[in-house]
């Protein structure tokens, strides 16, 4: 699960709003702790988290330390993130890389590219639910994107409900997943 919290645009926003942001943030960060932990879920996070504050940040390493060796769920919090901005610094991984002589243009293939990815660490994106009514996936795991299946609902993140999540995933589960590939082959 890969929650978008927090946008690289989002700096933009008035800065005591930003704050509050990132108060809201720190608490969870806090609060959540032992639930993260006593249910064996695993958390990281996508994005520059250079622009957080460094108590923040250093709250996130612990938690994500604290939980690293966890095999329930993952749990990925997106913080300063945007999917250009994701894809771009991977690029720019790829061609320090190549300056150096440790990459070839005839070595680089997809899954190398993803681990160059602030999310490389995450198993690929089966479902990318849009909440608020909104019909776009607002620069969140672009490339990812390419094979996830997108549902759409009106409501709000905030009223996001058990019962909402459990119809997307029944609408997930009435998706007909090929790949590329034609109903034929995948029979086979």
Avoid at 8 to 17: G, I, K
Avoid at 81 to 91: D, N, T
Avoid at 112 to 136: A, C, K, M, N, W
Avoid at 149 to 168: G, I, K, M, N, R
Wanted: aromatic share 10%.
């Amino acid at each position: 699960l890969t929650l978008y919290a927090f946008s690289e645009q989002n700096w933009n926003r008035p800065e005591d709003e930003v704050e509050g942001l990132m108060e809201l943030l720190s608490e969870y960060i806090i609060s959540e702790r032992h639930e993260i932990l006593d249910n064996n879920i695993r958390f990281s996070t996508i994005g520059d988290l250079s622009k957080l504050s460094a108590p923040l940040r250093e709250a996130i390493a612990e938690l994500c330390h604290a939980s690293r060796e966890n095999t329930g769920m993952d749990f990925c919090i997106a913080l300063s993130y945007g999917g250009r901005e994701e894809i771009l610094q991977a690029v720019k991984s790829c061609m320090r890389s190549a300056g150096e002589g440790t990459l070839s243009a005839a070595d680089l293939t997809e899954a190398l590219f993803e681990s160059r990815l602030y999310s490389g660490h995450l198993p690929p994106v089966d479902l990318i639910i849009r909440t608020s009514g909104e019909q776009r996936l607002s620069n969140f795991l672009l490339w990812q994107a390419a094979y996830a299946e997108l549902y759409f609902t009106p409501t709000p993140w905030p009223d996001f409900s058990e019962q909402d999540l459990d119809e997307a995933i029944r609408v997930f589960g009435t998706r007909d997943r090929r790949f590329g590939l034609t109903q034929e082959q995948i029979i086979r």
